[in-house]
């Protein structure tokens, strides 16, 4: 904060004072922990109303429930899960990387690169036309730290990078909107479940070393959800709300070769920078018992049509419940606000059959105390 910072001209008291509110406001800000968002829909908090794609949550009734009531492009009829961390942190929400208002100060809170429909793999999500891929979030992450660079200086920049909280959600859409696409599809033709799945860790192995060689060292990752049972495969694949079994095998799959990825990856960096959160057992929570969490159900969409409320987008012409806290699921694929409360707080608090090898708020006394 201090160094090359220093006016020139000394005599000039405006100046002066100019320079000490600008430095001044630039701590404040600073003292909260940055947080960097990487992945998909579940944590995309507006990336893609910047971009021309078919994946947005850009009109009613998204964002009904949001301090403003407007959609925001978050996939939730309120506040996601990087909003919920962002208080938990104390800060404000991370701004989308795309959005104009993310500049100045404002960079020191971190950003929000995710982006609705990606996947681990460049093809997954090709439907959606134009959706920032993976290894365009980290070319984006690269130029965030140039800015924020020339804003506070290159030291002051790697400490605020390496001091960061990461979040990164990939690995739904590379099933989803990739492998149970379609029957048939090119990946499916390409690999047996199993093969496809050993694949995915392999290439999320690369984009989770990426991030570390740029900077980052405290990295929450989160495995998939029971993608079963969502609305949406409920609607398709289901005759009595029992969860598509094709799905829940991949994550099955999925989920225990990630944890291990990340074992590995710790070993060889010999720290904990990878945290896993075990989202499916988040999920199975309130999905295998929605009235044990004041839910009137888990497998009825708030917002959509057809059987389950499972076809389809949410649009303004769809059901909408009256009371979004009554249901586990906002749209046939997302989590409601008040699902996405209870997520966080598994991963503030769950022990390790939900957070490994450490929760949320471990995770914050340590760094606080290393500062
Ligand atoms: C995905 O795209 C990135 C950037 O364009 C490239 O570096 C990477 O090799 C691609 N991955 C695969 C598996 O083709
Ligand atoms: C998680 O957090 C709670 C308190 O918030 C703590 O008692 C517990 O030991 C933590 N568990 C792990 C595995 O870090």
């Known amino acids: 904060m201090e160094q090359n910072n220093k006016p020139a001209i000394t005599n000039r008291v405006s100046m002066c004072c100019c320079v000490i509110v600008l430095l001044l406001s630039l701590v404040k800000v600073a003292e909260g922990r940055a947080f960097f968002v990487f992945g998909d829909s579940l944590v995309d908090n507006g990336n893609n109303n910047f971009l021309a794609t078919t994946a947005r949550a850009d009109s009613y009734p998204y964002g009904i429930d949001f301090p403003s009531h407007r959609p925001t492009g978050r996939f939730s009829n309120g506040l996601n899960i990087p909003d919920l961390i962002s208080e938990k942190l104390g800060s404000e929400p991370t701004l989308p990387y795309l959005s104009p208002a993310l500049d100045g100060e404002r960079l020191l809170v971190g950003a929000n690169f995710a982006s609705a429909g990606i996947g681990i793999l460049n093809d997954t999500g090709i439907q959606f036309i134009n959706i920032i891929r993976i290894y365009r979030q980290l070319q984006y992450f690269e130029q965030y730290q140039q800015r924020v660079s020339a804003l506070i200086g290159e030291e002051a920049a790697v400490r605020l990078v390496n001091e960061a909280l990461v979040l990164i959600t990939l690995g739904g859409n590379d099933f989803v909107n990739n492998y149970f696409l379609i029957p048939f599809s090119a990946r499916s033709r390409q690999f047996a479940l199993p093969d496809y799945v050993v694949y995915l860790i392999s290439e999320y192995r690369k984009i989770l070393v990426r991030l570390y060689e740029l900077g980052a060292r405290r990295i929450m990752v989160t495995g998939t959800g029971p993608l079963g049972c969502v609305p949406a495969e409920l609607a398709q694949h289901s005759r009595n709300g029992e969860c598509y079994p094709a799905l829940q095998q991949a994550a099955d799959l999925f989920n225990p070769q990630l944890v ?109 105390s290393t500062t």
């Open 260 to 368: 291990q990825l990340l074992s590995q990856l710790n070993a060889e960096v010999g720290s904990d920078v990878y945290i896993s959160a075990n989202a499916f057992a988040m999920n199975m929570d309130f999905i295998g018992n929605p009235q044990q969490f004041g839910f009137i159900t888990s497998k009825v969409a708030c917002c959509g049509q057809g059987p389950y409320n499972g076809i389809g987008l949410c649009t303004p012409a769809s059901n909408l419940c009256p009371n979004r806290d009554l249901y586990a699921f906002w749209d046939p694929f997302h989590p409601s606000e008040r699902a996405n409360r209870i997520i966080v707080d598994r991963f503030m608090i769950g022990d390790s059959k939900y957070m490994h090898p450490m929760n949320l708020s471990t995770i914050m006394l340590l760094d606080s």
